[in-house]
């Protein structure tokens, strides 16, 4: 199975897909102007403590307060609080944390008001970004991710990722974590560590010494609300989780940030360096790996499943619904059990992809199509749980109910992607109205007179709609003919089935187009000039 990441620089942010089997599975927006991602830490300001819900409001500079609970203060809070006050007021000379003295873990019942106050300035980090009305989620069990391992300030504690299953590799990964670790530091190693030598264990706990040290020098001139540490962009932290032996190439079409994710491939995995390539195409990038067209059909409301059917997803604020319809596969099995499973198991794959790639997180209920046999229900269950083993994000499956309804709840810290697949009406701009038709070939006629007799022209090109184009080069003596009778100059007509009905381009001899204003106004004494002639 290979993989390929394909990153569109533009000037609102990049523009980042993740290909598998050139099928599109995830794709992600970063923007230029976000500065509340998740893994940012900030010096944040207790604005309320709010003894009803056990949490604070907490002002990181976001336009709403953000919001920590008790819960995730974390057990060693009160040692964080005094290392920041240290800090803060130039009181700790180094940013290590051996021989550091700590207080009492946290009760893990109690009280919000009886831990921090108004006023108090807290190291948080960002758990889940501002999703619709609501402020960031906080934490203040700080984290530092790196490729291999997650450093955690505080703690003696060295855990491993429950899906590395040998008991051996599991020993050998805690041995070789304990004699490089830095004291007081805990460390949590990670699935991709498996098999991985110390050399390259400790080039990643390296570098996450270095951010803690980045960390405690912004801290000690931050100002309030400032941003501390910095998480990787998404581009790079991507990068960071998600790259391994089956990935093929990565794609990038902005030489900065090429240059950018070389410098941190050099960091995490230098052996990967020969996937980084520069995309120097004349065609746009995203055009080229046919990404538009399927971003243009796979974010619409309506969803083709591959092999027949199809989803329609709503969305609401409490919840996200998808609906599974046979289409024309219903007449395709001559038993009606037979072609509810069929096309449930393809709608299963799709759901299971399009949960990750528009990012759907909170509770999830899909309808899918009747079956009366618990062990069809028990397939397309395990088709989900099975395609969605690959994704990142936390996620609870529940069983298929006797109404056909699969609930899923799936880990949700960022707002869901979404593309607009619906075009303006290029006739109409939007406003569901036209210009009069009856008119548009008055306006063409004055817009040729201004051009051959006014201005001069000669060798012109008119674009129209097809039903125009008849109108002009048809019959016995054509408008066409009678334009080169009147004016002496031949007027080139062409069909343009992109253009409305009452829409038309004029190219000059040269092939360029002349830009036409409206000339609604100007027609009637156009009119009242023939009439006179008439006469």
């Not at 962009?233 to 032996?245: A, H, K, Q, V, W």
């Not at 619906?422 to 701009?429: F, H, L």
């Not at 009905?501 to 830009?515: K, M, N, P, Q, S």
Request: net charge neutral; glycine share 6%; aromatic share 8%.
């Amino acid at each position: 199975m290979s993989n390929e990441l394909i990153i569109n620089s533009t000037q609102e942010g990049e523009r980042i897909a993740l290909l598998q089997d050139k099928r599109l599975i995830e794709y992600h927006f970063d923007r230029n102007d976000t500065n509340y991602a998740v893994g940012d830490i900030f010096l944040g300001t207790v604005k309320k403590v709010m003894p009803g819900l056990n949490a604070a409001f907490i002002d990181i500079g976001y336009q709403k307060d953000a919001f920590l609970h008790y819960g995730d203060l974390g057990e060693q809070f009160q040692t964080l609080a005094k290392w920041t006050r240290l800090v803060h007021g130039g009181k700790a000379p180094v940013a290590h944390l051996k021989g550091f003295p700590r207080d009492a873990a946290l009760e893990k019942v109690g009280k919000m008001a009886d831990i921090v106050k108004k006023g108090q300035q807290l190291l948080v980090q960002i758990v889940k970004e501002p999703i619709s009305t609501k402020g960031p989620r906080l934490s203040s069990d700080l984290s530092m991710a790196g490729r291999y391992l997650v450093l955690i300030p505080f703690s003696d504690t060295i855990s491993v990722s429950k899906k590395i299953v040998s008991r051996n590799e599991r020993d050998r990964l805690k041995r070789l974590i304990a004699s490089i670790k830095p004291d007081g530091f805990g460390v949590i190693i990670r699935t991709v560590a498996e098999g991985r030598d110390v050399a390259e264990l400790d080039r990643d706990m390296t570098n996450m010494a270095n951010m803690w040290e980045q960390l405690y020098q912004n801290l000690r001139t931050a100002k309030p609300n400032d941003k501390v540490l910095g998480e990787l962009g998404r581009t790079s932290s991507m990068l960071r989780d998600m790259l391994s032996d089956s990935f093929d190439a990565i794609h990038v079409d902005s030489q900065p940030m090429y240059e950018e994710l070389r410098q941190y491939l050099q960091q995490i995995a230098p052996d990967k360096l020969e996937l980084l390539k520069l995309y120097t195409g004349k065609t746009k990038i995203f055009e080229q790996f046919d990404l538009e067209k399927q971003l243009k059909t796979l974010f619409g409301k309506t969803v083709t499943v591959p092999g027949g059917g199809y989803l329609v997803i709503e969305h609401t604020e409490a919840l996200h619904v998808i609906d599974v319809n046979s289409g024309n596969k219903s007449n395709q099995q001559s038993d009606q059990e037979a072609t509810a499973l069929m096309v449930n198991l393809a709608a299963a794959k799709e759901v299971a992809r399009q949960l990750r790639l528009r990012d759907m997180g909170g509770i999830v209920v899909v309808d899918f199509i009747d079956m009366r046999s618990a062990d069809s229900r028990k397939k397309v269950e395990d088709t989900v749980q099975q395609i969605m083993a690959r994704d990142r994000a936390k996620f609870t499956i529940l069983p298929i109910t006797k109404f056909g309804l699969l609930q899923i709840t799936r880990q949700r810290v960022r707002p869901e992607q979404n593309i607009t697949t619906t075009e303006v009406c290029p006739t109409c701009g939007g406003t569901g109205k036209i210009t009069a038709s009856i008119l548009v070939t008055d306006e063409i006629d004055f817009s040729i007179d201004e051009l051959l007799v006014n201005q001069n022209h000669s060798g012109l090109t008119l674009y129209v709609h097809p039903f125009l184009h008849a109108y002009y080069t048809k019959g016995l003596v054509s408008k066409q003919m009678k334009w080169y009778m009147k004016y002496y100059k031949w007027v080139k007509v062409v069909k343009d089935t992109s253009l409305g009905l009452t829409d038309y381009r004029i190219h000059d001899e040269r092939g360029e187009e002349i830009e036409l204003h409206s000339r609604a106004a100007e027609i009637n004494s156009l009119q009242d000039r023939d009439d006179e002639s008439d006469d």
